[in-house]
């Protein structure tokens, strides 16, 4: 059966899914996919909000893809695959596929940090013990060890961190309940499985891995997908870099006393031997005012206090990791431990020393309210990444049983030929890719793009406020929701203000709250860090009359249908924060080699985010409703109409009058 007729009306996909349309864009996009896998080559796919991509990709992987790996954005959207869309496709095509479903170590429960926890009689407070009561009656019910699947312990709790092991201190093939680790269970599926659904932060580090030579955790495959592709450029960044923080290092401390004194007493003087490294951890912080800031290395200078207090760092680590090198025979988690610290020592080695051949890089210091994060960034991912996407590896290598410790290194293999495919429906800039593929390395990938099927002019209106203040103004949030507040009142609530940042996001609510009780509103306030981002969208669906006020978690990933939201409100243009000492490096490099960084980078990012902001508003072809931005430069400046061009084609106003009695209608 060819792909017209799977889609077509009285194909299987139209028997199986009520409300089902067919889509000419969700057919040809299904078509490019089919083509790259036949061809074994890269495509870059933007697909508008309706298209469908997600069965415009799985369609033609299951029936042709061979070994599949689909990479999502977030873990949320990753079990939405596995639970609903694939298992739905699957079944409509009635193909036997095998499928598993892959996430990061710490998503899985650990039988031995739950037996450290059960013994341990200092837990901090009373909900933690009543939490690991669940967790160990839930441990013997799931299969799977998956915490997602454990509905009565909430995702924040901080037990989890207790019972979950990470790269650092999982014990691999020296622990005992090797056998029954949840993990290893979940990569054995995979590797198994036709389609395994991954979350692109496991795919990265499973990349990072590879270039240090330790063996892939993901299998090998002949197709691999990446949904939501428009997060890659940030999530590379993150993994191909390196960092150290001091909450490490006083975890470190934490697990080597209560270890130290239960497997090794006689060992060492362990409070003795951890407190130089505890102070001098401490002291880092103390480099810096009392004020949250980021600063490039070069920026401190050479007679900064950090530069001492790293010297002193180092020195106090090296005793606690000679101390345990000394005790590691004792137990795999003092060898563990010892691994850990010499980890821990190599990073903050590394930090500040030359760059890397060929690969330019920054170091720079993340000061926060209680401790700070020594990263080693690279300015572009695109080549490593190249590197990996073309199989042009140093070594193969072949894993042991495990899955976990380095393997002997054999001659360079031809890597195998296969698909890669991006796709979201933010990816391009009025339909020019390069923004993408250059932060990736995909000059050779063939770029294909297909607007959103819904009416947006009949739909939708874009509103952008006469009389506003410059974003930069410091009462630029209360005038927003000033403005904002008339199309609120007409459309009964049914809103989110979406904000660029979390102070906005506290200003913009208390000023809500304060209005609606001014002026005897009816609307309940949702804050973002009042409570789990699952919770408030369940309170905001169930109350029907409701504002959600988020930053960057509520601008992406979020569903909501029909007409419990028809306003969306965007308070400014979502530029990258100016105090991003890699930004500006790449900003710099970037005028120097005689580009325009603000036209090539800055404003790319911008619109990419903000077409994400916009597609929470129309997510059917029956919604309609308002998009609010509250930033004049989108009609002031001269790259503005460049960046609401970008948007769908919408409806525009700039009368207050106009969107009120567009709203009165829905």
């Known amino acids: 059966m060819d792909l017209p007729t799977i889609f077509s009306a009285s194909g299987p996909l139209a028997r199986a899914f009520d409300g089902y349309h067919v889509r000419h864009e969700q057919i040809e996009m299904a078509q490019a996919v089919a083509q790259a896998i036949h061809d074994a080559s890269t495509v870059v796919l933007e697909a508008g909000t309706g298209v469908g991509k997600t069965a415009a990709y799985l369609v033609p992987s299951l029936l042709e893809g061979g070994k599949v790996i689909v990479s999502t954005g977030t873990k949320a959207l990753q079990d939405q695959l596995f639970h609903r869309d694939l298992p739905a496709v699957r079944a409509a095509l009635a193909v036997p596929v095998k499928v598993a479903l892959l996430k990061g170590r ?19 407070s009373r909900q933690e013990v009543k939490d690991l009561g669940l967790i160990n009656r839930f441990i013997h019910l799931s299969p799977t060890g998956d915490k997602a699947e454990c509905p009565t312990v909430p995702e924040h709790a901080t037990i989890w961190a207790r019972v979950t092991s990470t790269r650092e201190n999982c014990l691999g093939s ?33 990349l990072m891995l590879r270039e240090e030579g330790v063996p892939e955790l993901l299998p090998n495959a002949q197709t691999v997908i990446f949904d939501e592709a428009h997060q890659l450029p940030d999530t590379a960044t993150l993994f191909f870099g390196d960092s150290v923080s001091t909450a490490q290092l006083l975890d470190l401390l934490r697990d080597a006393l209560a270890t130290g004194q239960t497997q090794a007493r006689d060992g060492a003087k362990w409070n003795d031997v951890l407190a130089p490294l505890d102070r001098a951890t401490r002291d880092m912080r103390l480099c810096f005012g ?14 900064h206090p950090l530069h001492a207090a790293l010297l002193t760092l180092r ?7 000679d101390t345990l090198e000394s005790q590691a025979d004792r137990s795999p988690d003092l060898a563990q431990l010892q691994r850990r610290a010499h980890a821990l020592m190599q990073r903050l080695s590394a930090w500040g020393a030359p760059e890397r051949a060929n690969e330019p890089e920054l170091c720079w210091v993340d000061v926060g309210s209680h401790g700070l994060q020594l990263h080693r960034t690279p300015i572009s991912v695109a080549d490593v990444f190249r590197r990996q996407r073309l199989g042009l590896t140093d070594n193969a290598f072949e894993a042991d049983e495990d899955g976990e410790e380095e393997a002997e290194a054999k001659p360079p293999a031809e890597a195998p030929r296969r698909a890669w495919i991006f796709t979201s429906a933010t990816l391009a800039v009025k339909n020019d890719f390069t923004h993408f593929t250059q932060a990736l390395g995909l000059e050779d990938a063939h770029c294909l793009a297909w607007s959103s099927p819904y009416d947006y002019p009949t739909q939708a209106m874009l509103y952008v406020p006469e009389g506003l203040p410059q974003p930069s103004a410091p009462n630029h949030t209360e005038a927003l929701v000033d403005a904002a507040l008339p199309l609120i009142r007409a459309n009964r609530g049914r809103a989110f203000v979406l904000c660029t940042s979390h102070r906005a996001v506290q200003r913009a609510a208390d000023h809500l709250k304060k209005l609606f009780e001014e002026g005897g509103d009816p609307f309940p306030v949702l804050r973002q860090g ?15 009359n409701a504002v959600l006020v988020g930053s960057h978690s509520f601008w992406e990933g979020i569903d909501v249908k029909g007409d419990a939201l028809t306003l969306v409100v965007i308070d400014k243009l979502p530029f990258a924060p100016p105090d991003d000492p890699v930004l500006a490096k790449r900003l710099e490099l970037l005028e120097q080699e005689g580009g325009n960084p603000f036209m090539e980078h800055q404003v790319p990012q911008a619109i990419i985010a903000l077409k994400q902001g916009a597609g929470r508003l129309i997510r059917s072809e029956t919604d309609r409703g308002v998009l609010m931005i509250g930033d004049v430069r989108l009609i002031e400046k001269p790259y503005g109409k460049r960046i609401w061009q970008s948007l769908p084609p919408m409806k525009r106003s700039r009368k207050e009058d106009d969107v009120v009695a567009f709203l009165s209608t829905l």
Not at 116 to 122: K, L, V, Y
Not at 180 to 194: I, L, N, P, S, T
Request: proline letters at 6%; hydrophobic letters at 35%.
């Open 530 to 544: 009042d409570a789990p981002r699952p919770t408030l969208l369940d309170d905001f669906r169930r109350a029907g």
């Open 106 to 124: 710490s998503n899985y429960l650990c039988w031995h940090h739950l037996n450290g926890a059960n013994q341990d009689a200092m837990l901090s």
């Open 174 to 206: 020296e622990c005992k309940h090797y056998t029954d680790c949840f993990v290893m269970k979940a990569r054995r599926e995979a590797q198994d499985a036709d389609v395994v659904v991954v979350n692109h932060h496991l795919f990265f580090a499973d």
């Open 315 to 321: 020195e106090a680590l090296s005793e606690v990791r």
């Open 290 to 303: 009392p004020q949250t800031q980021r600063l490039a290395q070069p920026q401190l200078g050479p007679t």
